[in-house]
């Protein structure tokens, strides 16, 4: 297999909203067909949505994207429907290139590679690979705070803390916040 050999790109679902009128197969072709270039990008991407309105005379275009389990999103208008779908795929050409261009900076791959990479192993390699039992690297000693949970969130978000482990002063449990994004966290309540 030579590797100029480009893999199909899956792009799994595309909706189309239009509040006001329906678009016509021809447009709907149209936008698949533009949509396409997107694909290069990434493996599988998940979902597609394209806003349509027509308003006074201008053709409002928004698109939304799932890929790489990140969203990306960009809207234009132009007096031709052609015109405002060919602004915002390139936008968001230039957006996913951007974001593809960063990973790779970072030495990480897209999502779906990494889970592709992983599948593509065989069973029998596994196998092969002694299962070791689990070790502790290392023991941390924490001493727990009694706070309320808004205090402990104000702490670990001034901490840049990904974890922080507290004991809740109201309800007399110890807690732990795990963070998932800048500002939100997952709370873990022990419970006896």
């Known amino acids: 297999m030579s590797k100029s050999r480009r893999k199909q790109v899956e792009i799994v679902d595309v909706t189309f909203r239009s509040p006001h009128q329906e678009l016509s197969e021809a447009e709907k072709a149209y936008v698949r067909r533009k949509l396409q270039k997107l694909a290069r990008f990434f493996h599988k991407i998940w979902a597609l949505e394209l806003t349509y309105e027509l308003v006074r005379g201008q053709h409002h275009v928004s698109l939304l994207v799932d890929a790489d389990g990140q969203k990306f999103h960009y809207d234009d208008k132009g007096p031709e429907f052609r015109a405002a779908v060919d602004a915002v795929v390139q936008k968001l050409e230039h957006q996913l ?96």
């Open 97 to 192: 290139a951007r974001y593809k261009e960063k990973l790779q900076k970072r030495g990480r791959k897209p999502r779906e590679e990494v889970i592709e990479a992983v599948l593509s192993e065989t069973t029998e390699t596994l196998e092969e690979k002694p299962v070791s039992n689990p070790a502790i690297r290392r023991t941390v000693r924490v001493l727990l705070k009694p706070m309320s949970i808004e205090e402990a969130l104000l702490q670990a978000d001034l901490e840049d803390a990904p974890v922080y482990m507290f004991h809740d002063a109201d309800a007399n449990r110890h807690c732990v916040l795990v963070r998932v994004e800048k500002g939100v966290y997952d709370l873990i309540e022990g419970i006896e």
